[in-house]
């Protein structure tokens, strides 16, 4: 991204998400998807690879609901700061999670880039640990929907 993409885009992120929570919340997401594409890069095993992209791919994919989460979150509850509102709590605790997993998702694939010899399983922590990441995208969602709807949210999770 140039310099003048990046700023105009910068820009739009502070009119959508605030420079508070729902955008520190947005860009850890991102910077997981981003750590998750910079593992791709040394993987020298072809099947393993194709098993890792296939996986980053559908990954990617969650960036969008993740902004749609946080611009939704951001028009109900403005932050800028760190405090978190109380309606929208499990929202930010679902993303929080969503978040943390993508970075042991990272750090799965980083530890089969790095092992020696075949691996018998191929990716298949990495696809547990996106599993989760899938699940928690989806729980924030569903949190947001039952704020909007007026329900209150579970106390779970």
């Known amino acids: 991204m140039g310099f003048f993409t990046a700023a105009r885009q910068g820009r739009k992120d502070d009119a959508d998400l605030g420079k508070g929570l729902w955008r520190r919340a947005h860009d850890r997401f991102h910077r997981g998807l981003d750590r998750y594409?910079?593992?791709l890069e040394g993987v020298e095993?072809?099947?393993?690879?194709?098993e890792l992209?296939?996986?980053?791919n559908e990954l990617a994919g969650l960036l969008e609901r993740v902004r749609t989460v946080c611009v939704a979150a951001q028009r109900r509850s403005p932050s800028d700061?760190?405090?978190i509102p109380g309606a929208l709590a499990g929202v930010h605790r679902s993303l929080s999670k969503a978040g943390n997993s993508l970075a042991t998702t990272?750090?799965?694939a980083a530890?089969?880039?790095l092992a020696v010899g075949p691996i018998p399983v191929g990716?298949?922590?990495v696809r547990r640990r996106a599993e989760s990441v899938f699940e928690q995208v989806a729980d924030a969602e569903r949190r947001l929907a039952e704020d909007?709807?007026?329900r209150p949210e579970s106390l779970s999770g």
């Open 148 to 150: 909007a709807a007026g």
């Open 53 to 56: 992209v296939e996986i980053a």
């Open 123 to 125: 990716a298949a922590s």
């Open 81 to 83: 700061g760190l405090d």
């Open 45 to 50: 095993d072809d099947q393993l690879y194709d």
């Open 37 to 39: 594409h910079q593992v």
């Open 106 to 108: 990272a750090e799965a």
């Open 111 to 113: 530890m089969l880039r």
